[in-house]
């Protein structure tokens, strides 16, 4: 199967910067889509960043225009560059991928551990 391990949390002050990564490891033919959310304690999951195998990307309103996402196929790596972070954007982030696993079209839909992301103020 697939294994999706994040890394690049931590704790930040109010105006940094933050770079978070998502290795997907395993039985993989090729990447189809990647996102990350995140989630606080008492609150849904929600969507920060996705973007397709086209290089299409969405954000969530409230990180446009500083966050951005990015892959490297060849690593099977996604990426979350986070500037002018702030206190509203801590939470535990989660790396969410759709990744082909052979030939005849299988898919694997799966989440990463998470990561924590704190900002002071």
């Known amino acids: 199967q697939v294994q999706l391990v994040e890394s690049g949390g931590g704790l930040v002050q109010a105006g940094g910067s933050l770079r978070l990564s998502c290795v997907a490891s395993?039985?993989?033919?090729?990447?189809?889509?990647w996102a990350w959310y995140r989630q606080v304690p008492g609150k849904q999951r929600e969507l920060v960043a996705a973007?397709?195998?086209?290089?299409?990307?969405n954000y969530g309103d409230s990180v446009k225009g500083r966050f951005t996402i990015s892959t490297d196929n060849a690593k099977n790596t996604v990426y979350l560059q986070m500037n002018g972070l702030k206190p509203e954007d801590t939470g535990v982030y989660y790396c969410?991928?759709?990744?082909?696993?052979?030939?005849?079209?299988?898919?694997?839909?799966?989440w990463g551990q998470g990561t924590q992301v704190t900002v002071s103020s």
């Open positions: 969410n991928a759709l990744i082909n696993i052979g030939d005849d079209g299988s898919t694997w839909h799966g």
């Open positions: 973007i397709t195998s086209a290089g299409s990307t």
């Open positions: 395993g039985r993989i033919f090729s990447s189809n889509e």
